[in-house]
């Protein structure tokens, strides 16, 4: 028994010690199982295409590779995923996503002195997470500021909201509440729902009791779809509305969803800088044409962000460290990035405009831009 | 009218409930196998008929292959888990932490051939119609209540009229007995399973049509069936198709009064109440000790 | 490396308490809780609101917790003394399944899904103790004096009650044991236990929220205890390393595709339960086949003496 304890003591040692590299490694943790890997799906392929740009351009002395830890967008695995990235890879720089996973794993950042870069998670908790915690996506205070209008300027004033009991969906609840009145508008029900439910069909029933001109529905991956086609099966004929976490392949492809108004960051893919039509033509050209999300954008972002730093640093000289990373970027004042230059507020959170979009043939429409300071 | 409206929902929920609770009811039983693995059973066959769907095969066919997956991973859960853990000194408990990973492996191995997140069969059938001003009922909601009805009818008749379902019943009282009569309780309690989980079927196809599916359904379908079999009482399958509409009208009538997210809660207090004030269930023929 | 180590350390030895303490009434009393990371759960909550609150030290949180802990256990005492076998595991799943929602939803306490974020670290000595290489001496201290306290009371007379208990409750009614007290007693004690893990984890990780206290963690405990051999002093130990090292392992292995790693590791977890139930039932530290046998040829006739002993009460 004991000699087979220091056999796998030993295998664990060797395994660690093989997977150090010569590379510049930096870390992500994202949703791989569970009922929102879809989005690791997305992130993933967002931040693999920087790297492969950082990489063909021989931006860094050394190829930059990402390591990926599944965190099920759930904060525990991600606290423990967090541990080996920081403890065991001692990584300066990983990529974060989702509001409760972001802010698990905010204290290790802290602590750790490693940056943590979101590129997911909306809530507005998000920006108040420390020097280590950075943003590289507009939070959803200002995603319902500028939802909120759009409604009230289409005649939908009584808003009955769905929500998944979390820090997102709590976040959302508190900016409805808060800007409904400024627009004349009221909050008519609230429903909160825990991430596990699937049944939706009694919540239904109380959407239409409440008599609400617009529906605006606050939750994640599998359960948001669930709640929308069973909203429309069960007779809400309501206006629906969303976040920018309705951006998925598979929600906008749901029939019951067409219609659907939801906000994103707006991307302007029309800026004719270089950064944005290489990314544009690349990322179309490996998937069909198609167009990418908000998310592909902003972890696109966030490793070019990490290149673009760590290409300064390189050159004066200094270690690829959290600390070292984080002063270049309070140094420097603006960067280019896919969408335009950009440059980040005092908290660490980059500011971008929003865009309603609505759900035409399965694909998004941006209606209108709104420009939030 | 909206409790006119929760009401019929909640029959909706509950027939899907019921007939998946008789099924666990029926398996532990007979068999006295604490059965987690039932679950796993559901998102089979709801996976096998979303599979049958996408690949054209037509309904009927859908259901013929879903029942035969669920009634074969019964099966083989009876063959090649409980079987030789029993034959060991096997406790209810080892039985349970082998079901439960089973459980895992299901949900997972699903998750990797059908993927992860949420899919759905469009149909008709799960579109409600108004019935009369502000209370809407789909097509589906009368099937699940007329299929708990008819399952459960044939399932009584046969329990009651055939050697076989006689001998079901007794199994779980006297092994002995059924060896006296030269029945093989192999054999018996084979059946109990592949009866039990082709019980399954209407609810996992329903399930697909309407609110649609994800890997880790089976969890939850697993929680509430075991919660009807208690409430019922142990051994009475009347008592777990009663339970079964109970919870899921508990479960939807309770919007009422409470903020939604307290509403599963509800499933579980009435399950801790009844263990406590009437341990034996509402229907059960035998006390707890 | 070493700190990869030290943090798994921490881990293993945080799970052995509660390994430990479920094993203690499960093993000993014959009580065979669901409900454990309830326990875990209200140790973490309170350890975590007394350390931001009051003090970080660990002669506040750590007593606090256990009060607290012993005091909510008397909901899974009731059901223990009125039910048995696959009924009082129903009512401890239902316990279990109360405390997630109530877990979620007061969120003054609890923070809800989120949780309760930036727990302060624990002071000793001047130092704030949260690196693996300060924490995990200081865990592992804790995990042997748990386990040191629970094999004190196995082998009193206390424990020697409880064995009573758990092979025939009639038995030892009629030797004059009062079996509700000794009940009572035995959850009080693994609950307040439980909680010792649960403060030291919340400390440890800075973080903490419901996702750590479902039911899956109450099963995850459970086959730990069942895996490395229920009844037995270092079983549940054993169960709590492997389970916690070797989905560590597999995240090394380079050739699998990094989106299915999470699958993999549970499909392996899955498994490795069930191959180990039928191959191993009585646990890696269980006795020898030979002895296997022996004890199941008692232990059938202790179930014979107690059928008897049931029929007999059925005929009063």
Not at chain 2, 26 to 53: N, P
Not at chain 3, 120 to 134: L, N, T
Not at chain 3, 273 to 279: G, R, T
């Amino acid at each position: 028994m004991r000699a087979r304890v220091w056999a796998a003591t030993a295998a664990v040692c060797m395994l660690a010690g093989g997977a150090f590299g010569k590379d510049v490694e930096i870390g992500a943790v994202f949703p791989m199982s569970g009922t929102n890997a879809i989005y690791g799906d997305v992130f993933k392929s967002g931040a693999d295409l920087a790297a492969e740009h950082i990489n063909a351009d021989h931006m860094l002395k050394e190829p930059l590779k990402i390591l990926y830890e599944d965190s099920q967008a759930l904060p525990q695995p991600a606290v423990v995923a967090m541990t080996k990235l920081v403890e065991v890879k001692q990584v300066p720089y990983v990529l974060s996503a989702f509001t409760g996973v972001s802010k698990a794993i905010s204290t290790l950042a802290q602590r750790s002195q490693t940056v943590a870069v979101n590129g997911g998670g909306v809530g507005p908790d998000l920006a108040k997470l420390g020097d280590y915690f950075w943003n590289v996506i507009p939070l959803a205070n200002l995603e319902v500021r500028a939802m909120v209008p759009y409604l009230a300027k289409h005649g939908m004033k009584k808003v009955a909201l769905v929500y998944v009991d979390d820090p997102l969906g709590q976040s959302i609840l508190d900016e409805l509440n808060a800007n409904l009145p400024k627009v004349d508008g009221k909050l008519v029900a609230e429903l909160s729902v825990p991430t596990s439910t699937q049944n939706f069909s009694g919540i239904a029933a109380k959407v239409r009791a409440s008599g609400a001109d617009a529906v605006y529905i606050a939750s994640y991956g599998a359960q948001q779809i669930q709640i929308a086609k069973q909203l429309r099966d069960n007779g809400v004929k309501a206006q629906l509305a969303s976040y920018s976490g309705f951006s998925t392949p598979d929600a906008l492809k749901l029939p019951q969803a067409e219609g659907l108004l939801y906000t994103t960051q707006a991307v302007n893919y029309k800026a004719g800088d270089k950064v944005t039509q290489r990314f544009l033509a690349d990322y179309q050209k490996a998937h069909d044409g198609k167009k990418p999300s908000a998310y592909i954008v902003n972890y696109y972002n966030a490793v070019l962000l990490f290149g673009i730093l760590a290409q300064k640093l390189e050159e004066a000289g200094k270690p690829i460290t959290g600390a070292n990373l984080l002063a270049e970027r309070k140094a420097t004042k603006s960067f280019d990035l896919v969408g335009g230059t950009v440059s980040f507020q005092d908290n660490g959170t980059l500011l971008a405009p929003i865009q309603v979009n609505k759900i035409v043939d399965g694909a998004g429409q941006p209606q209108e831009t709104v420009d939030i300071n | 009218m909206l409790w006119l409206q929760l009401t019929l929902t909640g029959l909706q929920t509950g027939a899907l409930y019921a007939l998946t609770a008789v099924g666990f009811s029926l398996i532990f039983g007979a068999t006295r196998v604490f059965h987690f693995a039932h679950g796993a059973a559901f998102v089979l066959a709801a996976y096998v008929f979303y599979w049958a769907d996408t690949a054209g095969l037509g309904m009927i066919p859908g259901i013929v292959l879903a029942a035969l997956a669920a009634m074969a991973f019964g099966v083989a859960m009876d063959r090649l888990v409980y079987a030789p853990i029993q034959r060991h000194e096997g406790s209810f408990f080892t039985v349970f932490v082998a079901s439960f990973g089973i459980g895992i492996v299901v949900e997972n191995v699903v998750g990797m051939v059908f993927g992860r997140s949420f899919v759905t069969i469009d149909s008709t059938l799960s579109q409600s119609r108004e019935l009369m001003e502000g209370v809407y009922v789909a097509p589906l909601a009368w099937i699940a209540i007329a299929c708990a009805a008819v399952f459960f009818a044939a399932l009584q008749l046969f329990l009651r009229r055939t050697h076989t379902g006689m001998a079901l019943r007794a199994l779980a009282d006297s092994p002995e007995l059924i060896r006296v009569f030269g029945l093989d309780p192999r054999r018996l309690s084979s059946i109990a399973f592949a009866l039990g989980s082709a019980l399954v079927v209407p609810g996992a196809v329903m399930t697909a049509l309407g609110s649609g599916l994800n890997p880790a359904l089976g969890h939850h379908v697993m929680l509430i069936s075991l919660a009807a079999t208690i409430v019922g009482g142990i051994g009475s399958i009347g008592g777990a198709l009663v339970a079964g509409f109970v919870l899921g009208l508990a479960e939807n009538l309770a919007l009422i009064a409470f903020p939604s997210q307290w509403s599963e809660a509800v499933t579980f207090a009435i399950l801790f109440l009844v263990i406590i004030l009437r341990p034996a269930g509402l229907f059960g023929r035998a006390t707890a000790h | 490396m070493e700190a990869y180590l030290l943090n798994l350390g921490v881990l293993v030895s945080i799970y052995a308490i509660l390994a430990v303490t479920l094993n203690f009434i499960m093993g000993y009393a014959g009580i065979f809780s669901l409900a454990h990371a309830v326990f875990f759960g209200v140790g973490a909550y309170v350890g975590a609101q007394m350390a931001m609150h009051v003090s970080a030290s660990l002669f506040v949180t750590i007593p606090a917790a256990m009060v607290v802990a012993a005091l909510l256990s008397l909901a899974l005492a009731l059901p223990a003394l009125r039910v048995r076998g696959e009924y009082f595991v129903a009512a401890s799943l239902g316990l279990q399944m109360l405390a997630i929602t109530v877990f979620s939803e007061w969120k003054g306490a609890t923070g809800g899904i989120g949780g309760l974020v930036g727990i302060p670290a624990v002071r000793m000595f001047g130092e704030d103790i949260y690196r693996p290489a300060a924490f995990f001496p200081l865990a592992a201290a804790v995990a042997v004096l748990v386990l040191i306290v629970t094999r004190l009371l196995v082998h009193s007379s206390f424990g020697r009650s409880l064995t009573a208990i758990r092979d025939s409750e009639s038995a030892a009614e009629s030797f004059g044991k009062n079996i509700a007290l000794i009940k009572t007693i035995s959850v009080v004690v693994s609950a307040a236990l439980a909680a010792v893990a649960g403060v030291l984890y919340a400390n440890y990780l800075s973080f903490i929220n419901v996702e750590s206290f479902t039911l899956n963690t109450s099963v995850l405990v459970m086959a730990m205890v069942i895996i490395g051999g229920t009844g037995t002093a270092l079983g549940p130990v054993v169960g709590a390393a492997l389970l916690l090292i070797l989905p560590g392992l597999l995240s090394y292995l380079w050739f699998l595709p990094q989106t299915e790693i999470g699958a993999i590791q549970q499909i392996i977890y899955g498994l490795g339960m069930a191959v180990l139930m039928i191959f191993r039932p009585g646990g890696l530290v269980g006795r020898s086949a030979g002895a296997r046998k022996r004890r199941k040829r008692d232990a059938l006739k202790a179930a014979a003496g107690q059928s008897e002993a049931r029929k007999m009460e059925g005929a009063k």
